[in-house]
């Protein structure tokens, strides 16, 4: 798995956790569904921090929290 892979199954984790949608995620960070959408599926190659940040703070978590998971040990190396 790469990272990219890593935080879109974190941000569906996170959501079936809260029982929330991602349009109603969207809502609450102030993000834009097609935004969550991209970096969902193989449209954002990169999802940016600002925007993982945005959805934190519609989560009520902090960034550490995010990263906080086994998701996130062992991933594949980006530089190639």
Known sequence: MNTKEAVARRILELCEERNMAVNALATVSGVSPST?????????????????????????????????????????????
């Open 36 to 80: 969550i959408y991209s970096m969902l599926n193989e449209k954002s190659k990169n999802p940016g921090v600002v925007s993982i940040k945005k959805l934190c703070d519609g989560l009520d978590i902090s960034v550490k929290e995010f990263f906080d998971s086994p998701l996130f040990e062992g991933l594949e190396q980006e530089i190639q």
